[in-house]
């Protein structure tokens, strides 16, 4: 997977945590193995892809929410509770990808919310 650190991710003007331990896949094997071979997210908190516009859950054993950010940070499109063996679109103005465990997204999570993300 991606380098362990401590990563915290928000929406900034509403003070909700989007995940206090997140991991990054920056590389490119990290990005394409994701989450891949995992059974949950008991570790951490989700996954942050960096340089990624689309994923897909194939062997994938759990659902997943999906949060696909500009290159400013911006949440252009959310996917909630995405199921196994599945792909999405293609979203040009995405640079970065984040996934959460299935269901775990807050519901006052909107497309437009400025996301923060502070490496500890």
């Not at 909700?16 to 071979?37: C, D, F, P, Y």
């Not at 994938?60 to 509770?81: A, E, H, P, T, W």
Request: some cysteine; charged content about 20%; hydrophobic content about 40%.
């Amino acid at each position: 997977m991606g380098k362990r650190q401590t990563t915290t991710i928000k929406i900034a003007s509403k003070e909700i945590a989007l995940g206090k331990s997140v991991v990054e896949a920056n590389t490119i094997a990290s990005r394409m193995i994701g989450l891949l071979g995992t059974s949950s997210m008991n570790d951490f908190d989700g996954l942050l892809i960096t340089k990624c516009n689309s994923i897909h859950t194939f062997f994938m054993k759990y659902d997943i929410d999906v949060i696909f950010l500009d290159s400013g940070n911006r949440i252009i499109q959310i996917i909630r509770s995405i199921k196994p063996w599945r792909i999405t679109r293609i979203y040009f103005r995405a640079s970065k990808v984040l996934e959460l465990s299935g269901g775990t997204l807050d519901e006052n999570v909107h497309i437009g919310d400025q996301v923060e993300i502070c490496i500890n």
